[in-house]
């Protein structure tokens, strides 16, 4: 009977605290300021299909809350416990993924990279591993592999041993993406071995879903260190993210040198030496490389850069002027500087994306009870095609309150 009483109380004792969290998540996001995005000038249907991915921080908890804006108003997304108790920095994809695919994205990865997603079909592979680490190497790898039919709701899930290769330490899908029934999966694998070799590859893999094996194992590109010498030189290989695009073309990845600068403090900064670009075309398997024009090499205020169709693109800030650089990547050419005009008040930290040939700007940083300009070009002809901003309905923020857009997207 004493174990009855106890259990019993112990329920009550949880349902109290929980009710009381839930009581006190409800209230306090009753209190937050209501945020509403509200068309200004250019096509309102185009502006209805925007919704606005951020994080709300009134200085009162660690992480601030997740949200989402559009035309109707402010849905805050970290309503309950277990999403509170969830990576509170999980990106406006993976939210959404989790929201749409609940019983598919339970117990997967949080990296979006991971993860490949059109009309169809949601694909996930990620590279895990049976046994421990043994000093030089990692043993036992495989791909655990997972393909979602939307329509059906059939799933496919199976994994493939990861070719056998002597010293591997590290390795990690880095993009997925899919090519009628072949699977590409941009595969980063480091290797490190008795004699101090430290050597990082980009390899992309090529997987058959129905036949459920490995067609190629293509290496890209390496760098390799000698970790019983001191360098101050040093590279990395990175892929250049192509936006979860539905069918992508080509894959590219950057191989950039840096040096460790030693300045009059004392302290270090890193100096970018130069950068090696690698293409690689999606359906021949082909790839090759190419460098930046000479003007661009010395640009130190060049930003980021990512793939849009078969245009990789570059941007800077100047004098609150967005200019975007294009390299097409089919005809191999250089095409001209685009110029858009950003919101008031944005700066060298304002937010850039592409979308379906459209370039979306907008103000990044929202404080106070200050309202915050979208604007939206057409990537081709460079024309303002909508104009809206963020305001504020209901409670409003105090001067330190911050809001942060992560994402601006259509629906």
Known sequence: MKRYWKLSTLTVFIVVVLTGFFIQ???????????????????????????????????????????SIDEEGT????????????????????????????????????????YYENKDTLAYVNIETDTNFTGYAITDQYFDIEVLDKETGDRQAFQLELPD?????????????????ELKIITNLS???????????????SIDVIEREILDDEWIVTNEEDMNQEYDVWTDIEPVPWELQQNPEYFVFIK????????????????????????????????????????????????HSWIEGEHLLFYEIDNNELKLYDYNLSSQQFDDKKHFDLPEGATEEAYVTIQDDKVIVANRYHQGSTSSAIIIYDYDSED????????IEGNEPTANDELIIHDVQFQ
């Open 165 to 181: 290769r002597k010293y591997i330490n590290f390795s990690d899908v880095r993009g997925v993406t899919l090519h009628g029934d």
């Open 384 to 391: 303002k095609l909508y104009e809206g901003i963020i305001d």
């Open 25 to 67: 998540s409800s209230f306090a996001f009753s209190n937050y300021p209501e945020f509403i995005l509200k068309h200004q000038s250019g096509d309102e249907k185009l502006g209805s299909k925007i919704e606005v991915e951020g994080n709300y921080s009134d200085h009162s908890d660690s992480f601030g809350n997740s949200l």
């Open 191 to 205: 290797f490190y071995d008795e004699s101090g070799l430290d050597k990082e590859e980009m390899h992309v893999f």
């Open 75 to 114: 849905t805050y997304l970290q309503t309950t416990y277990l999403s509170q108790l969830q990576n509170p920095f999980l990106g406006p994809e993976i939210k959404q993924l989790q929201k749409k695919y609940k019983s598919f994205m339970r117990g997967k990865s949080d990296y979006i990279g991971n």
């Open 256 to 303: 950039s040198t840096h040096k460790n600068i030693e300045r009059d403090d004392g302290h270090y900064e890193s100096e970018m030496l130069e950068n090696e670009y690698i293409v690689y075309h999606i359906a021949s398997g082909e790839h090759e490389g190419f460098e930046l024009p000479d003007e661009w090499k010395d640009d130190n205020t060049l930003l």
